[in-house]
């Protein structure tokens, strides 16, 4: 299981989540096509010379400022059964990318990945860290007589995750609680059947 990461404390880390806060902020606000060195430094309120010398480009100030989320201290759910830790957890994807308060940085984000190949890597990253803290969903789901042995636990955080995903990006319908709640459970009946 993951855990949180440590760095270094002090002036320089405190710059360096400033200019990173400042990145996802300007690409929440204008998207990656539109992001600059110059506008994050200027958010940031650092010299652009420093960004410039540490992160070379707005990609790279994209791609690190992705990975900030595999510093966090998020938790995959647990509570109590292989469906409703699904439903938890593709409802809280719906969460992130309907809601208008919080949507812009998590689809901007997705929309990054596509037009930059270091933002692409560090998306993948971020999604490896997050199914490595799912691994207790499937072990406990195992545990509980939900899941055969051996069941791929990325697998069924892909399976329930996908049709979410599919539904934003790909064919655009509405996304829902109930859409949620549904794939969560057909994705643990699969389970239970050892489909995964």
């Given at each position: 299981m993951a855990t949180e990461k440590t760095r270094p404390g002090g002036r320089t880390e405190r710059t360096r989540l400033a200019v990173l806060q400042a990145t996802l902020d300007e690409l929440a606000e204008r998207g990656y096509a539109a992001?600059?060195?110059?506008?994050?430094?200027?958010?940031?309120g650092i010299h652009k010379t420093t960004l410039y010398r540490?992160?070379?480009?707005?990609?790279?100030?994209?791609?690190?400022?992705?990975?900030?989320?595999?510093?966090?201290?998020?938790?995959?759910?647990?509570?109590?059964?292989?469906?409703?830790?699904?439903?938890s957890l593709t409802r809280e994807l719906v969460h992130w990318f309907t809601n208008p308060a919080v949507s812009a940085l998590p689809t901007?984000?997705?929309?990054a990945g596509f037009q930059s190949e270091q933002a692409a890597d560090a998306l993948r990253v971020f999604y490896a860290d997050r199914h490595e803290r799912c691994v207790d969903?499937?072990?406990?789901?195992?545990?509980?007589?939900?899941?055969?042995?051996?069941?791929?636990?990325?697998?069924?955080?892909?399976?329930?995750?996908?049709?979410?995903?599919?539904?934003?990006?790909?064919?655009?319908e509405p996304v829902t609680d109930a859409i949620a709640d549904a794939v969560a459970r057909s994705t643990a009946i699969a389970v239970?059947?050892?489909a995964y």
């Amino acid at each position: 299981m993951a855990t949180e990461k440590t760095r270094p404390g002090g002036r320089t880390e405190r710059t360096r989540l400033a200019v990173l806060q400042a990145t996802l902020d300007e690409l929440a606000e204008r998207g990656y096509a539109a992001l600059t060195v110059e506008a994050v430094a200027e958010r940031a309120g650092i010299h652009k010379t420093t960004l410039y010398r540490r992160w070379r480009n707005a990609e790279g100030l994209v791609a690190e400022a992705l990975l900030l989320g595999t510093e966090q201290d998020w938790k995959a759910p647990d509570t109590g059964t292989l469906e409703g830790d699904l439903a938890s957890l593709t409802r809280e994807l719906v969460h992130w990318f309907t809601n208008p308060a919080v949507s812009a940085l998590p689809t901007a984000s997705v929309s990054a990945g596509f037009q930059s190949e270091q933002a692409a890597d560090a998306l993948r990253v971020f999604y490896a860290d997050r199914h490595e803290r799912c691994v207790d969903i499937v072990a406990r789901a195992v545990d509980r007589g939900e899941a055969p042995d051996g069941t791929d636990p990325v697998d069924v955080v892909r399976a329930a995750c996908a049709p979410i995903f599919y539904r934003l990006f790909v064919s655009r319908e509405p996304v829902t609680d109930a859409i949620a709640d549904a794939v969560a459970r057909s994705t643990a009946i699969a389970v239970k059947a050892g489909a995964y």
